[in-house]
């Protein structure tokens, strides 16, 4: 037999006060009488009293459930005996540095308590011995302290979860910058339009403008040829006048002559 299954061999003291009817009230006599019967699941669930739900739950088998009973109890006549099966259901749960620390709050209340002492140094023990197994092995965690860690997510899967939402975040916040972009660059499309079209009307108008100063001008150039050309017949016709009545003069002169001769 191993130094392990030897040390386990050795029976752990459980105090419990006898179990008499006189030590229950009347609401807890069916209780009682399950538990009498070796019904302990069934009397641990009728008990109301911490101390005899522990006790009972403890016979059960159920010592985490006997632990946590125990140290609910208030009642200071069966309260250090509750603190040590307390300790002693934890041991029997083979969570012993749990155990380890109630069996010192027992020696601290209790110096002469024998078994708690005897107790204490057999979860060292094994303590020890497990420490020297699995040195890798966490320290022992109080059970709402394991749901809270099977809660939380691992560190791991949160960088994941933040690297996810980043990426998501990134991929939105191009999406926006391309569409803005995609704005802007037909924002200006439309502003250079409207610059060319404004350029080509403001053309058309030079242009027109020009035509028409040109006409203007050519039509000035022809009214003064024309007033140009109306003036040298007016002045050829007045020389032709002016020619002819000089020569009707001198043809009148000259008859004049003839006559007086």
Same mark, same amino acid.
């Given at each position: 037999m191993s130094r392990r299954a030897r040390l386990l061999g050795i029976p752990l003291t459980l105090l419990a006060c006898s179990v008499q009817a006189s030590w229950f009230d009347n609401a807890e006599q069916e209780a009682v009488k399950l538990y009498q019967a070796g019904q302990y699941d069934a009397a641990a669930a009728r008990f109301e009293d911490p101390y005899r739900r522990g006790v009972a739950q403890y016979r059960a088998g159920d010592?985490?459930?006997?632990?946590? #009973?125990? #140290?609910?109890?208030?009642?200071?006549?069966?309260?250090?005996?509750?603190?040590?099966?307390?300790?002693?259901?934890?041991?029997k749960a083979e969570r012993y540095a749990a155990a380890a620390e109630v069996y010192e709050q027992v020696l601290q209340r209790q110096p002469e308590h024998g078994d708690a002492r005897y107790n204490l140094g057999l979860a060292r023990i094994l303590l020890a011995e497990a420490s020297a197994e699995q040195p890798e092995q966490q320290p022992e965690q109080k059970p709402e302290q394991q749901q809270q860690k099977q809660e939380?997510?691992?560190?791991? =899967?949160?960088?994941? =979860?933040?690297?996810?939402?980043?990426? =998501?975040?990134?991929?939105?916040? =191009?999406q926006e910058q391309e569409q803005s972009g995609s704005q802007q660059q037909e924002k200006k499309q439309e502003q250079q339009s409207g610059e060319e079209q404004k350029e080509q009307k403001e053309q058309q108008q030079s242009g027109e403008q020009q035509k028409e100063q040109e006409e203007q001008q050519q039509s000035g150039e022809q009214q003064q040829e024309s007033e140009q050309q109306q003036s040298g017949e007016q002045q050829q016709e007045s020389e032709q006048q002016q020619s002819g009545e000089q020569e009707q003069e001198s043809e009148q002169q000259q008859s004049g002559d003839q006559q007086q001769e």
């Open positions: 010592y985490d459930g006997a632990a946590a #009973s125990f #140290s609910a109890v208030t009642r200071p006549e069966v309260r250090d005996e509750a603190l040590y099966n307390q300790g002693n259901a934890l041991f939380k997510p691992s560190d791991k =899967q949160e960088q994941q =979860q933040k690297q996810e939402e980043q990426k =998501q975040q990134d991929a939105k916040e =191009q």
